[in-house]
């Protein structure tokens, strides 16, 4: 087989724990190289993200029409109620747009969608294009927050302006200038916001049920199944718990320095770190001893019915091998530690946007010859899975196509997935869906099986 | 309620560079590679994943802030080096992005400065640029405009050969592959581009592939200038727009332009032409084809009569869409495209001359919320168009016909077949069976023969 190199300029971003390897730190949090391959969107990817699921707004993308045309309804993220979020809207620019502004445009597209879907509020995102021609979105939302009396916010995110990350920080602004507009009136002491979790395929609602069974009122899940008057009063809550912290940590840094409000980090994903995060927030009100008998007991109930049914899964992928790479580290500390649940080793580890420290962890966690790496490319993880001789590939859809065309599993842990991954419920559809796919017999025909000739 | 007209609702259209990659996908040994913000790379790989299930590796030139005030002249070099010493590609495909091409940079000059510096006395890779920005037109717009660069950077002068150019549009990889057993058959050589019928629907890897293997050799579309003939698929392609435009221009090759072949006429206007180009009859299978398709239409006209349908999707694709639909006596009620050619209507008028008397609408330019608002007057017993109406379909309870590109709430969509006898076929076998499913669940009897 062809040697297959890391690109010049990357092998400071992948690192393969070897005994006697140098703990050097992983180089991240760069922007990507040009010309690689980055599975990593742009900054307006990271703000839509995040924004998304908040229903009862509109969202506008102020730009060319692809930005909008690929975010229409990308997302696993379901509404109890209102679905404005499933629509798409752009003011599509033109040529002439370009030349002489679009600010007109997008003035009259405002107007006329908020008077046709009457939305608590309207979010308006300005892609590349936006920051070139110089368009005041500031202004125009002022002016049209004027005249229809509903919040208006720009949310900056052109594209080349930083990366998916810095797309966060931008929603994450537009969230505050709401959060504290709302009363708190009748919110109780024992009370929660979850941050970062966005309610793919209904995973809010299950979470937020532990929660309401150890007695802790959810104020505000930011964003899934968001509501904007959800929203206006998040600040209410005594503490708030961020599950996906790429993207939110920075709101729950703001809010604490404005509101007070203390914040945990959290992962919702395996049984250890589901429970966990139920026993963190029991842990914050000490003067409750309820509320840790009841995370007990949840956790007792859902662990009870869980472990039996997990075990099928377990004998069978027992020595079996993954490969993870996401977006968030978080997520992949979870992953490691779900997958050793039933069974399986970890051959390769890595994400699209991991910090220092997350790559300190993650070489903690990791078994010996584990390759880690930040901001991969298909070539890399192809490289890797081959050698490693992975059965699993967990990612997004862009990685999906890697995984059947080399002939191993596939898990979509990626926003567009249409299951629930998370709590004790998740962990056992995970289980499933891994066993599913890496136990098929239709890898059997694949090349590197011999294809079965 | 009609909906406010500032503001595009549920697009009905790509932008112009996710057109330029699929293309580009089409040629051998070739990687796509956007000038502009890595989200658009991104995007349009997640996109066209969705569609054919294949790994599509689009680079980008990932513009900074710098990039943007400073020109992308640094970024784009940068990248294509890493480009090329990471894929080893014998062509790159270049296209530009609304970024890109508002702050202006001059794509051949910084590809001729790129040139100058890394050439050493080693061989490039072939450099192709096409100008895609996303705020003009679509991306069927980026698809012709990147066929046409790669035929203008590529072809060459000489000798007359025995060679026809296939300039097929925006079809499927089955189609694809069918266009290459019709000129096999016909025992005819072809320049087909682009052809990913293999890179966007292939085989396992047993090891990494950079590039998937197939498509077209630039060695072979070097000889496009040399051919007897082009054929191009397009109703509403200008010739300046065109790779085959261009051959005829530059080299004095005839252009043939044909509507896409969907429908017994249309595939005979095709089937005839490669008749006149060989100066022999068509090959007895493609007879067999046809009297099957005729002998179809026979058993199932009844099912098909008058039905009333809306019909959207790029514009060239509703034009002979439209065809095939008269001939089976159904009605589109509305064709509608997102595209906006100006042509649209003309060609319609072209192939129906009375269109207006019979109540055919003809709209382009337009988002799925006009199309829903008009689906509310017209009333269709169908929707025939790509997966993104089915938002439409489900809301309104209007039964939804998938057909060309994306088709993401289905499987298969890289295998449908769509042009030819065969297409038509498959395509006609659809439309009965909708037609019957929908008389069988509207039934309280339940019958079980239809």
């Known amino acids: 087989m062809e040697h297959i190199g890391i690109l010049e300029g990357r092998e400071k971003q992948v690192f393969e724990k070897k005994i006697g390897a140098e703990l050097s730190d992983i180089a991240c949090e760069t922007s990507s190289l040009s010309g690689s391959v980055s599975q990593r969107a742009c900054v307006f990817c990271g703000s839509r993200v995040v924004l998304y699921p908040v229903a009862d707004a509109i969202h506008i993308v102020h730009g060319p029409i692809g930005c909008a045309a690929y975010t229409w309804d990308i997302r696993g993220a379901v509404s109890s109620g209102p679905e404005l979020h499933r629509l798409s809207f752009s003011t599509d620019l033109q040529e002439m747009d370009v030349i002489y502004g679009g600010e007109k445009k997008l003035y009259l597209s405002l107007i006329e969608l908020i008077e046709q879907y009457k939305p608590k509020a309207a979010f308006i995102y300005s892609t590349c294009i936006v920051g070139l021609i110089g368009d005041d979105i500031d202004a125009v939302c002022k002016k049209v927050a004027a005249e ?15 990366t998916k990350k810095d797309g966060y920080k931008a929603a994450c602004f537009a969230l505050m200038k709401l959060i504290g507009t709302g009363s708190t009136e009748g919110i109780s002491k024992l009370s929660i916001n979850i941050l970062g979790e966005f309610n793919l395929a209904g995973e809010a609602w299950i979470i937020r049920k532990y929660y309401e069974r150890m007695g802790i009122e959810v104020v505000s899940t930011l964003t899934g199944d968001g509501r904007i008057d959800a929203v206006k009063r998040a600040h209410g809550a005594s503490l708030n718990v961020v599950q996906c912290s790429g993207s939110m940590t920075s709101l729950a840094k703001d809010m604490e320095e404005k509101y007070g409000i203390p914040y945990i980090r959290v992962s919702y994903f395996g049984i250890e770190d589901m429970s966990k995060s139920l026993y963190d927030v029991a842990l914050h009100f000490p003067d409750h001893p309820e509320i840790m008998e009841a995370a007990k007991q949840v956790v007792s109930e859902e662990v009870k019915k869980l472990y039996p049914e997990l075990q099928k899964f377990k004998k069978a992928l027992t020595g079996k091998k993954a490969a993870i790479y996401v977006g968030g580290a978080f ?56 050698e490693k001789e992975a059965d699993l590939l967990i990612g997004g859809v862009k990685e999906r196509p890697i995984a059947f ?41 694949a090349p590197r099986k011999g294809g079965n000739r | 309620m009609k909906h406010a007209k500032t503001a595009t609702q549920n697009a009905c259209k790509l932008c112009n560079p996710l057109g330029a990659c699929l293309a580009f996908r089409g040629i051998e040994n070739c990687v796509p590679f956007l000038h502009g913000s890595q989200g658009c790379a991104t995007y349009i790989r997640r996109y066209l994943i969705s569609h054919y299930k294949e790994p599509i590796d689009i680079a980008s030139s990932n513009f900074h802030e710098e990039s943007a005030v400073f020109g992308g002249s640094h ?68 698809f012709h405009a990147a066929v046409r660069a790669t035929v203008v950077t590529l072809a060459e002068k000489g000798e007359r ?54 498509g077209t050799p630039a060695s072979a579309i070097a000889n496009a ?42 595939s005979d206007k095709f089937f005839d032409l490669l008749e006149t180009l060989t100066e022999q009859p068509r090959p007895e299978k493609y007879e067999d084809e046809r009297r099957r398709l005729v002998d179809a239409y026979a058993d199932g006209h009844k099912y098909v009569f008058e039905k009333k349908v809306i019909l959207y999707g790029e514009e060239d694709l509703v ?86 590109f994306p088709i993401h709430d289905r499987f298969g969509g890289q295998r449908a077949h769509h042009i030819g006898y065969r297409g038509t076929q498959e395509l006609f076998d659809r439309i009965v069976n909708t037609v019957i499913e929908q008389r069988q669940n509207a039934s309280s009897i339940g019958y079980t023969y239809m």
């Open chain 2, 319 to 404: 034009v002979a869409m439209t065809a095939f639909l008269r001939e089976i006596g159904m009605m589109p009620v509305l064709c509608a495209s997102g595209g906006k050619s100006g042509q649209l209507k003309q060609r319609l008028i072209e192939l129906i001359p009375d269109l207006e008397e019979q109540g055919i609408k003809v709209r382009e330019g337009v988002d799925f919320m006009d199309i829903e608002d008009e689906a509310k007057i017209l009333k269709p017993d169908f929707l025939i168009g790509n997966s993104k109406g089915y938002t439409m379909s489900r809301k309104n309870n209007i039964p939804l016909l998938r057909i060309g």
């Open chain 2, 225 to 266: 200038g040399k051919a007897t003939a082009s054929i191009e698929f397009t109703s509403t392609l200008a010739a300046s727009k065109s790779a085959a435009g261009y051959l005829e221009e530059a080299f004095g090759v005839p252009r043939h332009q044909l509507s896409l072949p969907i429908g017994i006429k249309e």
């Open chain 2, 161 to 214: 050969q025995n060679l026809v150019n296939m300039f097929p549009n925006m079809v499927s990889p089955a189609d694809l592959r069918y266009l290459k057993e019709i000129f096999t058959d016909f025992r005819l050589p072809c320049m087909l581009l682009p052809d990913y019928s293999q890179t966007m629907d292939g085989g396992p890897w047993g090891e990494y592939h950079r590039i998937p293997p197939g």
């Open chain 1, 148 to 162: 229809t009396g509903i919040p208006v916010l720009p949310v900056h995110s052109e594209g080349f302006k930083g």
């Open chain 1, 331 to 386: 997520k992949t500390f979870s992953l490691i530690k779900a997958l050793r649940s039933i069974g399986m080793s970890v051959v390769l580890a890595g994400s699209q946007t991991g910090n220092k420290d997350d790559y300190k962890r993650l070489k903690e966690m990791c078994d010996e010859g584990t390759v880690i790496v930040d901001d991969s490319n298909p070539v890399e993880l192809s490289k890797f899975i081959l």
């Open chain 2, 75 to 142: 970024n784009l070099q940068v990248g294509l080096k890493n480009v090329t010493a990471q894929y080893k590609p014998e062509v790159i495909g270049i296209a530009t992005t609304c970024l890109s091409e508002t702050i202006g940079d001059d794509v051949p000059m910084i590809l001729r400065e790129y040139t100058k510096t890394y050439r050493n006395g080693t061989p490039m890779p072939i450099m192709i640029h096409a100008s895609t920005p996303s705020y003009q037109g679509s991306h069927i717009d980026g």
């Open chain 1, 405 to 445: 065309k080399l002939g191993i599993g596939f898990c979509d842990h990626n926003h567009e997935r249409k299951i629930p991954l998370a709590g004790f419920v998740g962990m056992y559809n995970f289980a499933l869906e891994v066993y599913q796919s890496v136990m098929s017999p239709v890898w059997q025909f």
